[in-house]
């Protein structure tokens, strides 16, 4: 439903339905002004499942020797050992 509204002499404009203290949200787009409520945005709660990183059960050499256990090879880069060349953005 679409209402047809007159601001007061001190320019204020009455709106039905509306609870005091109420905040609107108020947006002039295409063919008129838009008023919505604002949307509750609050903080999410802390989650009572939180709890501390322990850290690595393994280390970097440990995960690399399971690896290679199972068939990963590596292989040094013909290009590893020159420097990085600088940032072209």
Do not use: Y
């Amino acid at each position: 439903m679409t209402t047809l509204v007159t601001a007061d002499e001190k320019r204020r404009v009455i709106l039905r339905g509306v609870r005091k203290g109420q905040k609107l949200l108020v947006q002039q787009g295409q063919g008129g002004w838009w008023v919505v409520p604002v949307p509750d945005l609050h903080c999410p709660s802390v989650s009572r499942n939180r709890r501390e990183w322990l850290g690595p059960r393994r280390s970097l050499d440990e995960h690399l020797q399971l690896l290679a256990d199972a068939g990963l090879r590596i292989q040094v880069a013909d290009n590893a050992t020159r420097p990085v060349p600088p940032c072209r953005f």
